[in-house]
């Protein structure tokens, strides 16, 4: 139905930089919110950062300021720039969406995750 294909995750030292995309593709009337959510071992799912259609964003307190959100409307497709990583971003990033099929039936789809390591 809908597919979420995630990248850019990785191995990086702290303080370092790194770039998530999320590119969504199939039955896909209109996306209206983007999203980042992470987990880390032991811990519960938490928003990193979502953004609307009309380019209003939101963080998660401990990313404001080091993590950017942005989105590709033309291509269905979210980036999270993340800088100034630190040890506890070590994390499963999913991409969610929130979006309408073609019966304008408001829906939610999540990607695979991608894991971001941040270590010395």
């Known amino acids: 139905q809908v597919q979420l294909v995630e990248s850019g995750g990785g191995l990086v030292q702290p303080g370092g930089s790194l770039r998530l995309s999320c590119a969504a593709s199939g039955r896909i009337f209109s996306i209206y919110v983007m999203g980042w959510y992470r987990q880390a071992l032991g811990k519960q799912r938490e928003l990193v950062a979502s953004?609307?259609?009309?380019?209003?964003?939101n963080y998660g307190d401990s990313v404001k300021g080091r993590f950017t959100i942005f989105r590709d409307n033309a291509k269905n497709t979210v980036y999270l720039q993340m800088n100034s990583l630190k040890t506890e971003d070590t994390a499963v990033y999913y991409c969610?969406?929130?979006?309408?099929?073609?019966?304008?039936?408001?829906?939610?789809?999540w990607g695979q995750g991608t894991l971001v390591t941040v270590s010395a």
């Open positions: 969610k969406i929130g979006y309408t099929d073609y019966a304008r039936n408001p829906l939610d789809a």
């Open positions: 953004i609307t259609s009309g380019g209003s964003t």
